[in-house]
């Protein structure tokens, strides 16, 4: 029997035996196969990303010592509070495609002795009649040592890009040497030391460049393949298993970029396949744009689906890229990261000087469930994910200006998920029915992701798109029993409600009462919603 014949007549049947109990029938279908595990969620799938761009560092992160502004050593102590609730296991940072142009020697030593540089981000047109600011001019004021305290307040590992395109090899190795060798081994260990940190910082995740197709450098990837080789080259390791991460695509729906894939894979393994041993992951870059009038706030349900149906696109991208690296790792040593990731919409900025600043409504809580969904259900393929980006810009957990502060529906998605982290990914069916949008264009119904837990635990989450009807769906544990469930829902009647300044908790998940048991049961998803239900097992 075909999957789809199987689903509908188990649908049929499930219909029928839930008529005498539920006021309602299932529509829909929701399968979870405990036997069929697909690999760890590795918790970094749930990382963060942070650039010097717009907002995100001055006024995001760094608000200075002397602000009054509550603050950590200068760092935005309501960021560190919401990081650590989050586990948010990695950040990276300083870019982005500030990375190639960015000096870290000049963000190291007494802040008031740092020079000041032009930003890569200077030439954007919104900022050309914004005043002068960090924006345009970047004071150096966050450098290494404040990243890498920023990191260990949140509990995170820190995630540091390399700069190919106007530093050397020498300058990277260098980098290496202040963050990781030993107390008093080397003269930048003592530079550290007088930063403050008299210990290592023991940074294992370096990213070769960004974007080294574009900003990073124009490179062809064959011509990258070589600098990846060149840097990584005998670079200082101080015991420690350093995970170099390489440029990759720039995928886009109509130019996934395989071709800069299998060229770079191609380009590295010239010199034997042991190179491949160099490479920890490879870096994607995909992001989901608003379409028609191009707006954060203002949209139709057309516009709606639109931007779900293209965050949707996240998969096929990974399996793509997947493939491609397979003809040339055929045991898949090499996993995707795919280190920016996000809804960047037109606008409206939320401040003239902070660049691709948006206020993330329902809608973006939806891409962000699609897309980690996506993530787990992919989790053998996937080592690293880093949304775009924490504070103040594009896909953004938060809003920080001054003394406000918010968290955004993207944030509340991203503490709903973080059961998901370090569990064991299922695989996870469902069948709904399809919607209908725009001219001929389509969407599915229903779609989520599962993982078991040590402690017993199944999490599963599902998002159900349709902006005004309901989904029941007859949810099949194959294989397991539930004894009892929590459910937490995150929805709105509206689908344009956000959080702000002056309103910070319009969106909000909310517990659901969740009456549930054995291995099949009904559960209603409610419209425009993300819902996760955490199930203990009998
Ligand atoms: O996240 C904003 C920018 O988008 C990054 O700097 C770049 O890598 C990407 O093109």
Redesign the pocket.
């Given at each position: 029997m075909q999957r789809r014949e199987f689903l509908s007549s188990a649908l049929t049947l499930a219909a029928a035996n839930l008529a005498p109990r539920a006021a309602r029938a299932a529509d829909s279908l929701v399968e979870i196969l405990i036997n069929e595990p697909i690999g760890e969620v590795a918790a970094e799938l749930y990382g963060h990303?942070t650039?010097h761009?717009g907002g995100v560092v001055y006024d995001g992160i760094w608000v200075g010592k002397d602000s009054k502004i509550p603050n950590v050593g200068g760092i935005r102590k309501a960021l560190v509070d919401h990081m650590r609730q989050l586990k948010a296991p990695v950040v990276r940072w300083p870019?982005?495609?500030?990375a190639d142009s960015y000096n870290w020697h000049d963000g190291i030593g007494p802040r008031a002795e740092r020079p000041v540089r032009t930003n890569f981000w200077a030439n954007e047109p919104q900022l050309w009649n914004a005043p002068d600011g960090p924006q345009k001019y970047e004071p150096n004021s966050f450098g290494t040592p404040e990243f890498l305290r920023f990191c260990r307040l949140c509990g995170s590992k820190p995630y540091l890009a390399a700069n190919v395109r106007s530093l050397t090899p020498m300058d990277f190795d260098q980098w290496v040497e202040y963050c990781n060798s030993p107390a008093g081994s080397t003269s930048l260990a003592a530079k550290r030391a007088a930063d403050g940190s008299q210990e290592p910082f023991n940074v294992t995740y370096w990213g070769i460049g960004?974007?080294s197709w574009?900003?990073g450098g124009d490179f062809r990837p064959d011509d990258y393949a070589v600098e990846f080789r060149r840097f990584t080259s005998w670079v200082p390791e101080y015991g420690l298993k350093l995970k170099f991460i390489g440029s990759g695509p720039?995928a886009a729906i109509d130019d996934p970029q395989v071709e800069w894939t299998r060229g770079f894979f191609e380009g590295l393994t010239v010199k034997g396949k042991r190179m491949l041993d160099r490479l920890y992951g490879l870096s994607m870059?995909y992001?989901c744009w608003t379409a028609g009038k191009g707006q954060a706030i203002d949209f139709t349900p057309d516009d709606w689906y639109q931007l779900l149906w293209q965050a949707d696109v996240m998969e096929s991208l990974i399996t793509k890229h997947w493939l491609a690296m397979g003809e040339f790792d055929k045991e898949h040593t090499v996993k995707l990261v795919v280190d920016?990731w996000g809804a960047w919409h037109r606008g409206p900025a939320t401040d003239s000087r902070y660049l691709?600043s948006y206020v993330p409504t329902m809608r973006d809580a939806l891409v962000t469930g699609i897309t980690l969904d996506i993530f787990n259900r992919h989790a053998e393929k996937l080592a690293m994910c880093n949304v775009?980006?924490l504070v103040n810009?594009?896909h953004t957990l938060f809003l920080a200006q001054g003394d406000h502060f918010a968290a955004t529906p993207v944030f509340h998605v991203f503490d709903m998920y973080k059961a998901h982290q370090s569990g064991q990914a299922l695989r996870f069916v469902s069948d709904a029915p399809t919607i209908s949008y725009g001219l001929g264009k389509t969407l599915w119904g229903l779609a989520g992701s599962a993982s078991l837990h040590t402690n017993n635990t199944l999490v599963v989450t599902v998002v159900n798109p349709h902006t005004t009807d309901e989904r029941t769906a007859q949810v099949a544990l194959r294989g397991a029993s539930a004894q009892s469930c929590r459910a937490t829902v995150l929805t709105s009647a509206d689908i344009h409600a956000r959080n702000n300044f002056e309103s910070p908790h319009v969106v909000e998940p909310v517990e659901q009462r969740a009456n549930v048991s054995g291995s099949s049961f009904a559960w209603t998803f409610k419209p425009a919603s993300v819902t996760r239900l955490e199930i203990s097992l009998a």
């Open positions: 990303f650039e761009i870019g982005g495609c500030f960004n974007e574009g900003c720039g870059h992001y920016e691709f775009a980006q810009n594009i």
